[in-house]
């Protein structure tokens, strides 16, 4: 009788290849380096040389020229310049995905859970009688012919309206999303990189809603001295400017998207670590950087107010804790009836993530 052969236990032999792993580290330094290819190829050369990533059999060069041949990278044939493709772009979303919000599968229905009975394909197990207005696809057979046999008989089987049953579904919303991130200056002051989390998060949600939510829409606004749109595309070269904050600019233009969605569920995420220091007057700027300014901090609650009437919920994720910024971020809250976050850089994602899949109305300081 042959038994059991038991071997040396290697780590590495069913580990991802080498260009998997090199491939983790270049989309993980894309984010740093704002998608910049040449910059992140340096840093990985870099690390390379101090830890050895590399070996004999397969060196970094190897690693370049798969990027190309697997369409990640592209090569500008007359300087020798390189660009992320987008597929390059996908995979940065991905990893970022996986990493906040951990691995999700992907949804047929991709709308949110109620506690509403409503039209949708996934059944719930109560029944009730047949109501004028119901549609035929509602109508459980099974019940209804049980019905008809026990009140007709079932020698001359007949079904009436009274005999038929409806099984009920669970009624799932779409929602349109606008996610409005801070690109002032203040979000790489004091020595702290604030922005590539808030990329992160922006290109995890983004993922999460393009696969597990396919009939949300999300809209992407960037603001600092003026507010526009950017497309998912462009969030892996997303930086930030010697920009002021100017959150009206940024409100004003998500309620003129959530304006044009047919969406009944709309709401705003709003990703800040400042004070609001700037308005847009006529072609003229107002600026105040020193304490709250009551100019703009006026024009930030008006406008909080004006998202309650439309019923627009904002949610503010706050990356700062100083009291008096606390205090104005909880008047902001108030008047619009949303709720606010302050959250550390390392739980920003974890917050997000479950504000967006609850949708509970619920304030939190």
């Not at 990533?53 to 020798?80: A, C, P, R, S, V």
């Not at 019923?311 to 909880?330: C, E, G, H, R, W």
Request: proline share 3%; with cysteine.
């Amino acid at each position: 009788m042959i038994g059991h052969r038991f071997l040396n236990f290697n780590p590495n032999e069913n580990s991802k290849s080498k260009f998997e792993q090199l491939l983790d580290l270049f989309t993980q330094i894309l984010t740093y380096t704002n998608g910049e290819a040449g910059e992140a190829l340096d840093w990985l050369n870099q690390l390379d040389r101090e830890h050895k990533l590399t070996n004999d059999d397969y060196g970094m060069g190897d690693f370049i020229e798969d990027l190309k041949e697997n369409g990640y990278l592209k090569e500008n044939e007359q300087d020798g310049s390189f660009k992320i493709t987008s597929k390059s772009e996908q995979t940065i979303r991905q990893k970022s995905l996986d990493e906040i919000f951990g691995k999700l599968k992907k949804s047929k229905q991709g709308n949110h859970q109620t506690t509403k009975a409503g039209p949708s394909t996934e059944l719930n197990p109560d029944t009730r009688a047949f109501q004028f207005g119901d549609m035929l696809d509602q109508i459980d057979f099974t019940e209804s012919i049980r019905n008809a046999q026990i009140n007709n008989g079932v020698e001359n089987f007949t079904m009436k309206e009274e005999d038929l049953m409806i099984r009920e579904s669970d009624f799932k919303t779409q929602t349109s999303t606008v996610l409005m991130i801070d690109i002032s200056h203040s979000m790489i002051l004091y020595g702290e990189d604030r922005i590539t989390p808030a990329k992160k998060v922006a290109m995890a949600l983004s993922e999460l809603i393009t696969t597990k939510y396919p009939k949300d829409t999300l809209d992407i606004v960037v603001f600092g001295n003026d507010a526009w749109s950017i497309e998912i595309k462009d969030l892996p070269y997303l930086q930030v400017g010697p920009y002021h904050t100017n959150t009206v600019a940024g409100l004003e233009l998500a309620m003129d998207l959530l304006r044009r969605r047919k969406n009944p569920n709309k709401q705003i995420f709003m990703i800040t670590d400042g004070k609001p220091t700037c308005l847009k007057i006529g072609k003229k700027y107002y600026k105040n950087s020193f304490g709250l300014d009551r100019k703009v901090v006026n024009r930030c609650i008006n406008l909080a107010a004006q998202c309650k009437k439309l019923k627009i919920p904002i949610t503010t994720f706050m990356i700062a804790s100083d009291p008096y910024l606390q205090n104005f971020v909880q008047e902001f809250t108030e008047m619009n009836n949303g709720k606010a976050f302050f959250a550390s850089l390392d739980k920003l994602g974890a917050f997000l993530f479950n504000d967006f899949e609850s949708g509970k109305r619920k304030t939190v300081y």
